[in-house]
């Protein structure tokens, strides 16, 4: 409970925040090894200006800047506690102008996770994924972002994936990944030229060194 009260208290706070001290604090972490996608900004780890390790009022601030939020619209549409002992909290904003977003604070500090479903999904070939990982696909004359492995979530390949890691200063990776619409959920076209959610998460494995930034201090 104490900790639903530090958070509901950070974003009634946040209210008072002005717009020009948000725009200053929003940049303020960033992640190193970052390196330009030939398929643009949308493969910053990144979204709607939340990074991996942002505490709770600058990632309320970036999104109430990268959202055009207006005055009255800066909580989230809800929240809940979840993960080991109930100390995660997940929060969600609905229908943002780039979709419905969703940010889970790791013991209700720092940003762990970062979900953003699409309100208009980009198109593959604009974002420079390539439809498979056969070598084929690399010798036809188009350039892709070649970091990115591809994969599927399920043994039916009814959803690709496509991921990549990158090395942050403090040691642990972030990964960013993006899905493709589900096969039988979105059947034709769509499936397999578009990407409908993006992600940000902890790289598997690195949860201790992100921690031990972080949590264990």
């Avoid at 390790?53 to 005055?71: E, W, Y």
């Avoid at 591809?150 to 990944?177: C, P, S």
Wanted: glycine letters at 8%.
């Amino acid at each position: 409970m104490k900790k639903i009260s530090i958070i509901s208290l950070l974003l009634v706070a946040f209210c008072f925040v002005t717009i020009s001290e948000a725009q200053d604090n929003s940049g303020n972490k960033k992640n190193e090894g970052a390196s330009t996608s030939i398929g643009g900004k949308e493969h910053d780890a990144e979204i709607v200006g939340v990074k991996i390790g942002m505490d709770v009022p600058t990632a309320l601030q970036a999104v109430f800047i990268n959202a055009n939020r207006q005055p009255g619209q800066e909580k989230p549409d809800s929240k809940r506690n979840e993960g080991k002992d109930k100390k995660d909290i997940r929060i969600l904003y609905k229908n943002l102008p780039q979709g419905d977003l969703q940010i889970v604070f790791a013991e209700g500090k720092v940003v762990k996770e970062v979900v953003l479903n699409y309100a208009k999904p980009p198109n593959i070939d604009d974002l420079r994924l390539p439809f498979s990982g056969y070598i084929g696909i690399a010798l036809d004359g188009d350039r892709f972002d070649d970091r990115y492995s591809v994969g599927f979530t399920d043994i039916q390949k009814l959803q690709r994936i496509w991921w990549r890691d990158e090395k942050t200063k403090d040691g642990y990776r972030v990964r960013v990944q993006f899905f493709s619409p589900n096969k039988i959920k979105d059947a034709g076209a769509k499936f397999v030229v578009t990407t409908v959610q993006k992600l940000l998460f902890v790289t598997p494995g690195d949860e201790a060194k992100f921690a031990n930034t972080f949590l264990e201090k």
